[in-house]
């Protein structure tokens, strides 16, 4: 699809299925790139990834209110759908499904889904109900589409963890890949709450990473764990953040910590930290 072509939209389910159901009568492969919209280079990334490894890429464009709590930022997350699909278009996308949230879910839905394993801990303390919306949403997407390949980024990397695992648990015939995180040319990790961040508070997130990538050397040095915890830690309020909900180092494959205290197999380094009412996460391998 040329930069300058509309980009089809379709919000009903019904049209979603006839849609993919007549790229799949020809023979085309199928790759979902799920996002909540507000989209950046980060988003831009995943879709021309999907475009390398599918025929044909569909992006849903959908805030899900099952993985917010009512004390989070629902109501005011950035929503700018027309953006986003001049955005889709010239990345080469296909198709936007961007539903209501009544046609996700409408009156008298009942379902809900329990994630243990990778969702325990990090943003599952301090966001209980967070992984079961996005396993929820996501499988309803996967059932909706029926994708051959959906991409996420690493940068929601508990996230990601969380969808590998139910995608193998339940037998889900879908290649799940995981994109690198992007970021701006200081390192920050692009996010769509970065637009909430004024000028002084974009200078203070900026040092984040830096922060990241010396505790991560310092994991793979072989330094103790929980000192390399405790110095990122005091570090990052150095630095100007407001408060920290945890910055931890574990296992990448399932986000278990270490028993021992020390790094023997690929890691993962993890920190959720406050500026103002914006909440930022970010990650690196070790």
Not at 127 to 145: D, E, H
């Amino acid at each position: 699809m040329s930069a300058s072509a509309p980009l089809p939209v379709v919000r009903a389910v019904t049209d979603l299925r006839a849609t993919v159901g007549d790229w799949k009568r020809q023979g085309l492969s199928v790759a979902l790139v799920p996002t909540m919209g507000a989209l950046h280079e980060g988003h831009l990334t995943l879709v021309r990834e999907a475009g390398r490894r599918a025929d044909r890429v569909l992006a849903s464009n959908f805030v899900n209110p099952t993985q917010f709590a009512p004390t989070e930022d629902l109501a005011r997350y950035p929503r700018r759908q027309e953006e986003d699909a001049r955005l889709l278009a010239g990345a080469g996308c296909h198709l936007m499904f961007a539903p209501t949230p009544e046609a996700m879910y409408p009156e008298g839905f009942a379902t809900s889904i329990a994630m243990t394993g990778p969702a325990l801990g990090l943003e599952g303390d301090f966001r209980p109900q967070m992984f079961g919306g996005v396993a929820l949403i996501v499988t309803k997407l996967f059932n909706q589409v029926q994708p051959d390949v959906a991409v996420f980024g690493e940068k929601d990397y508990q996230q990601l963890m969380v969808i590998r695992r139910f995608v193998r648990d339940l037998d889900l015939p879908i290649d799940i890949v995981g994109a690198p995180t992007q970021r701006d040319e200081a390192g920050l990790a692009l996010s769509s709450r970065n637009d909430y961040l004024s000028e002084a508070e974009l200078a203070v997130a900026r040092r984040l990473n830096q922060i990241l990538a010396e505790a991560a050397a310092g994991a793979a040095a072989g330094r103790p764990l929980p000192g390399v915890e405790r110095e990122a830690y005091a570090a990052i309020l150095k630095a100007g953040f407001e408060r920290i909900d945890y910055v931890a180092v574990r296992h990448a494959e399932d986000l278990s910590p270490f028993r021992d205290g020390v790094v023997d197999a690929p890691a993962r380094i993890l920190v959720a930290a406050w500026l103002g009412k914006t909440r930022l996460i970010d990650n690196m391998a070790v």
